[in-house]
């Protein structure tokens, strides 16, 4: 009746399974149970959360008269005992136990009730605060992958616009072009053949016209001095400058291309040459006039044939100019597409250089994408999981036994202490008679000795009154 009793009292806490299958929500509080119970009891059983438990509760009401705050916090402390339960397999924790001792029955299994609730909202908190705090961290990280990557597809775009024309895929696109140009070169070339032989056709008209004039005034060189002198200033014997100098270029130019020196140079005696004869021409222009007077002097038929060939001569120049400039124009297109030709091949030559700065930038905006396209997925499967947790969904915490109010106490265990209590006394009196048998020293009879020991004599027993010996000398 001396030794006081306490009691106990317990609450089973089940652990309740997500309700919607992981395959569609994955959770994101993965903490393995264990862990997360150590965890909550390291926030339930901290001195604020207890003090005000003691508080509400009014609990040891005696203690905190002589005891300090923290010894007090301490005491509770080691009255409260949480114990887990495994579940279906040995990974995991199925239920666990939360456990008060007191000398109080009743208040006993409040304050077990009390601590279960605890660590059920406790739970609930911490899961919540780790989902939303998973989600503001996917979203801050999305966030900035978002500007890494539009800081790529600028930088992608940048390039594109500076690098028009040199990009790989409009390779085919080069090719086709430089391919047509070359063809519209090829066209070009073969025109500008087709109008310098023409001209060449045409000089030799007109050669052939100033001749004819030539003949019908050295036959009539006799009499007609004046009109021998006006077909003479209308005719050319022999054959112009600039007709052997397009036949060398001609030559020159199936040899060899524009940019040749040998080229160039052709082409610039050839400009000198017809600025020549164009002055030639113009001087020619403006003579007949005295002698077409002088043409009267012919015989009729003759001057006919004069006239004829003169016309020839003015037509034939004509077509010649004609063919100059349709050979000047051709040859400006020629520059051109020379030009873009050249243009389309130093774009297909930077081809390969331009590949490997675009495989630069298209990989790092690949993996910038695939980034981003990779917390968006997680965010948005954050995002799901915290509304679960706030849906109370999730895997969560159920009292599944509460705690009632204890009728036998937890300690003193009478029954063992009275068994324990007899088998101690009984052992410590055969111990105590035994160490004083030992203690004694003397011999109570032969049966003391070993069996194989002889016995000699006996002596028999002697009283002191018979000796006149004292109690004590007998003793």
Known sequence: ???????????????????????????????????????????ILSATRLGKIISSLNLYSEERKRLAPEEVIELMRKNISVKAERG?????????????????????????????????????????????????????????????????????????????????????????????????????????????????????????????????????????????AAVASLAQPQRRRSQSIREQLAAARARYSDHHPDVQALRQQLDAALQTEAAEDEAARKAPEGGIESLRALPPELAREVLTQQERVESTRTQIALAEREISRLQQEREKMLQQASVLQGRIERLPLREQEMAALTRDYEISKANYQSLLQKRLSAEMAADMERRQQSERFTVLDPATVPEKPYKPRLPLIYVSGSLLALSFGAGLAIARDLASDVLLGEWELPPDTVVLARVPRIRAGHLGLSPEAEA
Do not use: C, H, W
């Not at 299958?21 to 862990?35: D, G, H």
């Open 88 to 228: 279906l397999t040995r990974e995991r924790a199925g239920a666990f136990r939360v456990a008060f001792e007191g000398k109080v029955p009743a208040v006993v299994a409040k304050v077990a009730n009390e601590l279960a609730s605890v660590y059920i909202q406790e739970n609930l908190q911490f899961r919540e605060r780790q989902a939303e705090g998973t989600s503001s961290f996917l979203e801050a990280q999305l966030q900035a992958a978002k500007r890494q990557l539009d800081e790529q597809e600028a930088k992608v775009s940048r390039y594109k616009i500076a690098r028009n024309g040199e990009l790989p895929e409009q390779e085919n696109a080069l090719n086709a072009a430089l391919a047509r140009l070359q063809l519209e070169l090829g066209a070009n070339q073969d025109a500008i053949n087709r109008n310098e032989q023409t001209k060449a056709l045409l000089e030799n008209s007109l050669a052939m016209a100033q001749a004819s004039i030539d003949a019908i005034t050295k036959l009539n060189s006799a009499g007609q001095s004046a009109a021998a």
């Open 1 to 43: 009746q001396m030794l006081p009793r306490t009691y106990k009292a317990e609450a089973l806490i089940l652990v309740d399974s997500q309700e919607i299958p992981e395959k569609y929500v994955e959770p994101t509080v993965t903490t393995a149970m264990q862990e997360r119970l150590a965890t909550l009891s390291q926030q």
